[in-house]
């Protein structure tokens, strides 16, 4: 039986702010942005984010710690050992999540000219489009047709 959450339930365990606790800064979403992007270099990524060098060497670290990205070690003839960063299956997870927050910022952020980038499917080159539905397959159009119920990890019984 679905027990609707009761109001003022302050969940210690709630899963976005564990999610945030992981990927919510800046930063963090800008590598995942590069790294979705095919971009698996460390100074190909200070490059393109503009991190500063201390800055991204913690963020991609935390993001192996996590599991979100994998090195994988490589050599340029005459050069050190170094390390690519590679995403992982948990890692690959986030990217209807960044996707829809470009939507939004292309949405309500971009300039009069339209979005900077547009995302489009490889084999017919149609644009990418989020969709949330339910697992019978209705489309959902937004929170007013969602009821938070506890799930099993609430701690909570269930009447």
Known sequence: M????PMGLRA???SIERTLDVVGEKWTFLVLREAFNGVRRFADMQSLTGAPPQVLSARLARLVDEGLLRKEPYREPGQRKRDEYRLTQKGRDLYPLLVALMHWGDKYLAGDEGPPVLLTHRDCGAPIELRFRCAD???VSGPREVTPVLGEGSGRRSA
Request: aromatic fraction near 0%; proline fraction near 10%.
């Open 2 to 5: 679905n027990v609707p959450i």
């Open 12 to 14: 210690d365990n709630c």
């Open 137 to 139: 397959g209705h489309e």
